[in-house]
T-cell receptor
Framework: DSGVTQTPKHLITATGQRVTLRCSPRSGDLSVYWYQQSLDQGLQFLIQYYNGEERAKGNILERFSAQQFPDLHSELNLSSLELGDSALYFC?????????????FGPGTRLTVL | QQPVQSPQAVILREGEDAVINCSSSKALYSVHWYRQKHGEAPVFLMILLKGGEQKGHEKISASFNEKKQQSSLYLTASQLSYSGTYFCGSVNLNAGGTSYGKLTFGQGTILTVHP
């Protein structure tokens, strides 16, 4: 158990819908990352937050948005869902947000878009 | 651009050794190694930093060649529990001069250990 929690564990929804994934980092960690894992794209970085501020951005779609709240939990919002958005979404956290910090992954949310 | 891992797959008997390589086309600040079992989260194994520092599990060893922009993970006396997919993640220098923690992952190496 990494100490990172994610809810829900599974999510099944229809195309065109909007969903919110939630992540709580390990106690003491200030930085949160979101990753998407699919069979064809592999494990891809989406976005990073540090103490409430966006720090780094990957190839995150405009239909996706995220934020980190004052209590440091983070939410990833996915809207106008398409079949291709079906994937495992992982949240990770680290003490700070630098290249020398280990990142610890949560158990993931499996999103299925029908 | 994602780092390239080799080999794509390895099959071992318990007790045998394996080396997994990770190569980047861009300058590396750090390399992170993870193991993922099917349907589970990636588990942190080791981080290797520019300058030579390493942090990680005592039973795992790895190397980092800054000049060649390569890292290798050494798995010795393999156990059944070593089976899984191994990923390297690289942190590269960004255009703006910052690196932060953006990890770009390789495609993974599937390791299978048989009794």
């Amino acid at each position: 158990d990494s100490g990172v929690t994610q809810t829900p564990k599974h999510l099944i929804t229809a195309t065109g819908q909007r969903v919110t994934l939630r992540c709580s980092p390990r106690s003491g960690d200030l930085s949160v990352y979101w990753y998407q894992q699919s069979l064809d794209q592999g494990l891809q970085f989406l976005i990073q937050y540090y103490n409430g501020e966006e720090r780094a951005k990957g190839n995150i779609l405009e239909r996706f948005s995220a934020q980190q709240f004052p209590d440091l939990h983070s939410e990833l919002n996915l809207s106008s869902l398409e079949l291709g958005d079906s994937a495992l979404y992982f949240c990770a956290s680290s003490v700070a947000g630098d290249y020398y910090n280990e990142q610890f992954f949560g158990p993931g949310t499996r999103l299925t878009v029908l | 651009q994602q780092p390239v891992q080799s080999p794509q797959a390895v099959i071992l008997r318990e007790g045998e050794d394996a080396v997994i390589n990770c190569s980047s086309s861009k300058a590396l600040y750090s390399v992170h190694w993870y193991r993922q079992k099917h349907g589970e989260a990636p588990v942190f194994l080791m981080i290797l930093l520019k300058g030579g520092e390493q942090k990680g599990h005592e039973k795992i060893s790895a190397s980092f060649n800054e000049k060649k922009q390569q890292s290798s993970l050494y798995l010795t006396a393999s156990q059944l529990s070593y089976s899984g997919t191994y990923f390297c993640g690289s942190v590269n220098l960004n255009a703006g001069g910052t690196s932060y923690g953006k990890l770009t992952f390789g495609q993974g190496t599937i390791l299978t250990v048989h009794p």
